[in-house]
């Protein structure tokens, strides 16, 4: 399909986006370099992520710049052609990796791993892989589970929307100039510069979102900024100012030699700077696209300064032609072997890895492979690989069986508060504002549950107790906030910010009291695992294994309970529950349940924390400890699975199923504790 509009007078010329110029790759060469320095875990380019805004900048201006040239020399734009370009160069070396990266997976995860796998895989493999993680609601920089071999893919898939939408939107605006009679250049300044403001106001507004990092929306702004430059350079070649002649008789342009210095060195500064946090993209993205527009323009207004030379150099200019290929296979060789392999060797696969799949695969393929095919049928072919493939292949490729599905379920089967409850650090509301949340609304003893995610994973046995017998339940439990009064230090705290576990004690002296006088509870249930936390005190951080740290743990019991007592409550401690060494879903997943039993008492932390948990009661007359732990773990043999129940959601909680089936146990702790309860 050619979509002709004659153009109008003054709509373009055909310089941009039409010849070879090194000192572009040289740029690509710079944006992949830093990608690669940041995954590979260099300390001192903590902002090397930013590569990936270079690159949408330079898409931009590149693609702008091709379809103003092709307008030029044509008066149209051929939709097929285009499209037929980006599948040949994008979409073969993307299948090789992606089916490499499930084929390594597969051997190397277990089978509860597959639904992750096969969703990275297929939203990859289809071009919405960023608009996935936005759904999964994983930040980019989250460590808290194994990095997923395919998440690169999600910059890949915004610039594949772009690619679709571009060609479209350039034909619209030429439609558009030639009813108002008007230059193309000005209706695609007008645009893109539309689209630029809108889509940074998004990224700023919507900052630390997940969907402010990953949304095509949000990242628009850098792609129409390329495309401004594009119009800007073209208007700035067909207008005979001094930069185009200085473009066409060779002359070195100071200003261009200014421009590369300050784009390269605001590169360099803000990859040093910038750091992985909820604060990106925002008005850090901003200032990067502005730097990689600086870069961009110096290189390729006047191509033959020094700074030009240098920036297209062989070296940078043949990195920056495998930039493709070494962006998309340098990830997934860092998650497979950067435990086995030092950094010199990573380096050196990524790069012969990258140059085979260049040579063998990306060019021939790009250039030789079926020639003869029309522009569109190379199009609907890369649609029914890609739309096979991830209908077809991949899912049949990661089945799971029956047992493996009740394991993957089971991960994510964890017991929350009301959806209107506060639980999250995120979530929390100011001490002022904090009030318990109800769960039911019974007319018989008010019964408050409070404490960390320990007290609240209980819960679906204590709802269906509090609706069996009329109580009101009343939830006041805050995730990683732990009801004992010290607070927590952890590896994770940043030097300099306010930390969950300070924000957690201040929080805690606050609410507890007021809450306490303004309920008036007649039961009080605690739930907690802090034996496991450091103690932060001043500057000093205590550590579990130091002299004093059993002294201080076990103080911090004191306030709390006498908060929670003062006006004549019950206090029901839940028995700490063991950690153990890793998930028992793996082990569910593909052995025998007469194997996949883990000994608690192994778990001596916790063995001796439950020991001083049970004299509680000696001390205080309104305390009874309730053995919740023998319920998952009898005679402290902790099973992967009872009664057909997987039992541990991760290695310290139980699911919200397993907990909803033990109500009639709970209860029975609960009456010999005082507090009538049948199921």
Same mark, same amino acid.
């Given at each position: 399909m050619c979509v002709r509009i004659s153009a109008v007078s003054g709509v373009a010329v055909?310089?941009?986006?039409?010849?070879?110029?090194?000192?572009?790759?040289?740029?690509?060469?710079?944006?992949?370099?830093?990608?690669?320095?940041?995954?590979?875990?260099?300390?001192?380019?903590?902002?090397?992520?930013?590569?990936?805004?270079?690159?949408?900048?330079?898409?931009?201006?590149?693609?702008?710049?091709?379809?103003i040239a092709e307008v030029s020399r044509r008066d149209a734009v051929s939709l097929g052609r285009f499209y037929a370009r980006r599948a040949r160069r994008l979409l073969p070396a993307a299948w090789l990796v992606i089916g490499f990266s499930v084929v390594v997976a597969k051997m190397t995860v277990t089978p509860i791993e597959y639904e992750?796998?096969?969703?990275?895989?297929?939203?990859a493999v289809l071009y919405f892989a960023n608009w996935d993680w936005v759904t999964v609601d994983r930040g980019y920089f989250a460590t808290d589970t194994d990095p997923s071999p395919l998440i690169h893919f999600w910059s890949l898939a915004v610039e594949e929307q772009f690619y679709l939408v571009w060609p479209a939107l350039v034909v619209l605006c030429l439609w558009l100039a030639k009813r108002l009679e008007v230059s193309l250049l000005r209706v695609l300044a007008v645009t893109f510069a539309a689209i630029t403001a809108t889509s940074i106001a998004l990224a700023v507004t919507l900052t630390p979102s997940v969907s402010a990092y990953y949304g095509t929306h949000t990242r628009a702004f850098e792609l129409a900024a390329g495309g401004l430059l594009a119009v800007g350079m073209e208007h700035r070649r067909r207008s005979g100012t001094p930069g185009h002649r200085a473009l066409a008789t060779g002359r070195p342009h100071a200003r261009a030699v200014l421009m590369t210095i300050a784009g390269i060195a605001g590169i360099g500064y803000l990859c040093v700077t910038v750091t992985g946090s909820s604060s990106y993209p925002g008005w850090s993205a901003a200032e990067v696209t502005v730097a990689s527009l600086l870069l961009i323009a110096g290189v390729d207004l006047a191509d033959d300064t020094w700074a030009a030379v240098v920036m297209g150099n062989p070296l940078f200019s043949w990195v920056g032609r495998l930039s493709y290929s070494i962006y998309l296979w340098h990830w997934p060789i860092i998650v497979f072997w950067k435990g086995d392999l030092g950094l010199a060797g990573l380096a050196a696969l990524i790069v012969v890895t990258s140059a085979l799949s260049y040579y063998l695969?990306?060019?021939?393929?790009?250039?030789?492979?079926?020639?003869?095919?029309?522009?569109?049928?190379?199009?609907?072919?890369?649609?029914?690989?890609?739309?096979?493939?991830?209908?077809?292949?991949?899912?049949?490729?990661?089945?799971?069986?029956?047992?493996?599905?009740?394991?993957?379920?089971?991960?994510?089967?964890?017991a929350e508060p009301p959806d209107d409850c506060p639980y999250s650090a995120e979530e929390w509301p100011s001490p002022e504002k904090s009030e318990p949340c109800t769960v039911y609304d019974g007319d018989g003893p008010t019964v408050l549950l409070v404490g960390d995610s320990h007290a609240q994973m209980w819960s679906p046995a204590l709802e269906k107790l509090a609706k069996a017998n009329d109580w009101q339940l009343?939830?006041?439990?805050?995730?990683?906030?732990?009801?004992?009064?010290?607070?927590?230090?952890?590896?994770?705290?940043?030097?300099?910010?306010?930390?969950?576990?300070?924000?957690?004690?201040?929080w805690r002296h606050?609410?507890?009291?007021?809450?306490?006088?303004?309920?008036?509870?007649?039961?009080?249930?605690?739930?907690? +695992?802090?034996?496991?936390?450091?103690?932060?005190?001043?500057? +000093?951080?205590?550590?579990?294994?130091?002299a004093d740290y059993q002294r201080l743990w076990r103080r911090s019991w004191d306030q709390p309970i006498?908060?929670?007592?003062?006006?004549?409550?019950?206090?029901?401690?839940?028995?700490?529950?063991?950690?153990?060494? +890793?998930?028992?879903?793996?082990?569910?997943?593909?052995?025998?349940?007469?194997?996949?039993?883990?000994?608690?008492?192994l778990d001596t932390q916790t063995v001796r924390a439950n020991r001083f948990v049970q004299r509680l009661p000696q001390r205080y007359a309104y305390v009874h400890v309730l053995d919740v732990a023998d319920l998952s773990c009898p005679h402290l043999r902790c099973p992967?699975?009872?009664?057909?129940?997987?039992?541990?959601?991760?290695?310290?909680?139980?699911?919200?199923?397993?907990?909803?089936?033990?109500?009639?146990?709970?209860?029975?702790?609960?009456?010999?504790?005082?507090?009538?309860?049948?199921?």
């Amino acid at each position: 399909m050619c979509v002709r509009i004659s153009a109008v007078s003054g709509v373009a010329v055909s310089r941009v986006g039409s010849l070879y110029r090194p000192a572009v790759d040289g740029v690509r060469a710079v944006a992949v370099t830093a990608v690669v320095l940041f995954h590979l875990g260099f300390a001192w380019i903590p902002g090397g992520f930013i590569g990936v805004d270079v690159f949408f900048v330079l898409s931009g201006y590149l693609i702008s710049g091709l379809l103003i040239a092709e307008v030029s020399r044509r008066d149209a734009v051929s939709l097929g052609r285009f499209y037929a370009r980006r599948a040949r160069r994008l979409l073969p070396a993307a299948w090789l990796v992606i089916g490499f990266s499930v084929v390594v997976a597969k051997m190397t995860v277990t089978p509860i791993e597959y639904e992750n796998l096969r969703r990275h895989a297929v939203s990859a493999v289809l071009y919405f892989a960023n608009w996935d993680w936005v759904t999964v609601d994983r930040g980019y920089f989250a460590t808290d589970t194994d990095p997923s071999p395919l998440i690169h893919f999600w910059s890949l898939a915004v610039e594949e929307q772009f690619y679709l939408v571009w060609p479209a939107l350039v034909v619209l605006c030429l439609w558009l100039a030639k009813r108002l009679e008007v230059s193309l250049l000005r209706v695609l300044a007008v645009t893109f510069a539309a689209i630029t403001a809108t889509s940074i106001a998004l990224a700023v507004t919507l900052t630390p979102s997940v969907s402010a990092y990953y949304g095509t929306h949000t990242r628009a702004f850098e792609l129409a900024a390329g495309g401004l430059l594009a119009v800007g350079m073209e208007h700035r070649r067909r207008s005979g100012t001094p930069g185009h002649r200085a473009l066409a008789t060779g002359r070195p342009h100071a200003r261009a030699v200014l421009m590369t210095i300050a784009g390269i060195a605001g590169i360099g500064y803000l990859c040093v700077t910038v750091t992985g946090s909820s604060s990106y993209p925002g008005w850090s993205a901003a200032e990067v696209t502005v730097a990689s527009l600086l870069l961009i323009a110096g290189v390729d207004l006047a191509d033959d300064t020094w700074a030009a030379v240098v920036m297209g150099n062989p070296l940078f200019s043949w990195v920056g032609r495998l930039s493709y290929s070494i962006y998309l296979w340098h990830w997934p060789i860092i998650v497979f072997w950067k435990g086995d392999l030092g950094l010199a060797g990573l380096a050196a696969l990524i790069v012969v890895t990258s140059a085979l799949s260049y040579y063998l695969v990306e060019q021939p393929l790009r250039v030789k492979a079926f020639p003869a095919v029309a522009p569109w049928g190379v199009v609907a072919t890369g649609f029914a690989v890609s739309g096979a493939l991830g209908v077809l292949v991949i899912p049949m490729s990661l089945q799971t069986t029956k047992m493996e599905q009740q394991v993957v379920a089971a991960r994510t089967d964890i017991a929350e508060p009301p959806d209107d409850c506060p639980y999250s650090a995120e979530e929390w509301p100011s001490p002022e504002k904090s009030e318990p949340c109800t769960v039911y609304d019974g007319d018989g003893p008010t019964v408050l549950l409070v404490g960390d995610s320990h007290a609240q994973m209980w819960s679906p046995a204590l709802e269906k107790l509090a609706k069996a017998n009329d109580w009101q339940l009343l939830s006041l439990t805050r995730s990683k906030c732990t009801p004992t009064d010290f607070t927590v230090s952890r590896a994770t705290d940043a030097v300099g910010e306010k930390t969950v576990g300070q924000a957690c004690t201040d929080w805690r002296h606050i609410v507890y009291p007021r809450v306490i006088n303004a309920v008036d509870p007649d039961y009080v249930i605690v739930g907690a +695992r802090s034996q496991i936390y450091d103690i932060q005190q001043g500057n +000093r951080v205590v550590h579990g294994k130091d002299a004093d740290y059993q002294r201080l743990w076990r103080r911090s019991w004191d306030q709390p309970i006498r908060t929670f007592g003062g006006r004549g409550a019950s206090v029901l401690i839940l028995q700490p529950m063991p950690t153990m060494p +890793r998930s028992m879903l793996d082990c569910v997943a593909t052995a025998h349940d007469a194997r996949c039993v883990f000994d608690a008492s192994l778990d001596t932390q916790t063995v001796r924390a439950n020991r001083f948990v049970q004299r509680l009661p000696q001390r205080y007359a309104y305390v009874h400890v309730l053995d919740v732990a023998d319920l998952s773990c009898p005679h402290l043999r902790c099973p992967g699975r009872m009664e057909g129940d997987i039992v541990h959601q991760d290695p310290s909680h139980v699911t919200a199923t397993f907990a909803a089936h033990q109500a009639d146990d709970v209860g029975r702790l609960l009456t010999g504790a005082g507090l009538a309860a049948t199921g």
